[in-house]
């Protein structure tokens, strides 16, 4: 007979709580667009990986020597930081485009996607680290050691959310030119950051200390529940509760060009749509696969936008 521990109880909690959370993830996905907002699209990730990896934990207990199950659901524990970290750039990234349609912002997209490749980074390091940590189960007696490639990956996530904290405050500054009901962004943000705060504290703990309660397989599930697995659920109800309250993209794409605010604006928009045949005949399956990819990811958060490059062209060209 399988014998139910307290860290059974909990993943069967967590599975009960992130179906809901994916199906709402996966309404705002479809709702925004995958492409428009990204954000959404990691806290469908999110809440798979908080399903998925929950109930590999609940395997364990009737195949207690499958190594596979272990290493899944350790990865899936510890790399969770990466898509709530994502899916708040996405979030930010919709409140500069809001910004930028009718002021210059202090933060630019390059930054915004630099960040989000950084994290890419951190994300594959951090998947590479717990596969060998898995495998050296074995060798260490048993004993769960966290090699140095996460160690990396968790400095990367610290260096990542400083930089989003610093984003924060440099659209705190223009957040008045937002477009109405785009503000509430902002403050989904600054409300979610001290619990991804909390939340990578526990992760580094957990990476650099050799503290038995913040082991990812055998520590406290006090300490794990307090400090890690609340924090995300919390950040995930901001977001996906703000989600719920913003409109489609595409009605405030409708909105801005029906009122055209001056004559530099219309000018700019007839160019624009001239343009637009020739600009997005090449944007067609193959890119949105690729950005469906994290191989795809990298590539296109380094690649030049030509869209965002014509569109700033235009406006220094018309004031």
């Not at 109930?55 to 350790?74: D, E, H, K």
């Not at 990476?207 to 599930?221: A, D, N, Y």
Request: net charge positive; proline share 4%; hydrophobic share 50%.
């Amino acid at each position: 007979m399988m014998k139910i521990t307290h860290r059974n109880i909990v993943s069967i909690v967590e599975v009960a709580v992130y179906v809901p959370c994916l199906l709402t993830a996966i309404f705002l996905a479809i709702r925004h667009g995958f492409g428009k907002s990204a954000g959404w699209y990691f806290l469908v990730v999110f809440s798979l990986a908080r399903t998925i990896g929950p109930s590999m934990q609940i395997a364990t207990s009737s195949y207690p020597t499958s190594t596979a199950l272990y290493t899944g659901y350790t990865i899936l524990q510890s790399v969770g930081l990466s898509p709530l970290f994502l899916a708040t750039l996405g979030l930010l990234s919709r409140l500069l485009e809001s910004i930028n349609r009718s002021h210059k912002a202090l933060l630019s997209t390059l930054a915004i996607k630099l960040i989000e490749l950084v994290l890419l980074v951190a994300l594959i390091l951090g998947i590479v680290g717990g596969i060998d940590a898995s495998d050296n189960l074995a060798k260490n007696g048993g004993v769960y050691k966290v090699p140095t490639i996460s160690k990396v990956g968790s400095a990367l996530f610290i260096a990542s959310f400083a930089a989003i904290v610093v984003s924060t405050i440099l659209l705190s500054f223009s957040v008045r030119h937002a477009e109405p009901g785009e503000k509430r962004i902002l403050m989904a943000v600054a409300m979610s950051l001290p619990f991804l705060l909390v939340r990578l504290i526990y992760s580094v703990i957990s990476t650099f200390s050799h503290s038995k309660l913040f082991s990812p397989l055998s520590g406290s599930i006090v300490v794990l529940v307090c400090v890690g697995l609340i924090e995300e659920l919390l950040v995930v109800v901001v977001y996906e509760g703000t989600g719920l309250t913003l409109k489609k993209i595409s009605e405030h794409h409708v909105a801005a060009g029906s009122e055209p605010q001056n004559r530099h604006q219309h000018v700019s928009s007839t160019a624009t749509a001239q343009d637009a045949p020739l600009a997005r005949k090449p944007d067609n399956i193959l890119l949105k696969i690729a950005k469906k990819t994290i191989i795809g990811r990298l590539v296109m958060a380094i690649a030049p936008n030509k869209e965002t490059d014509l569109e700033m062209e235009q406006r220094q060209r018309f004031g």
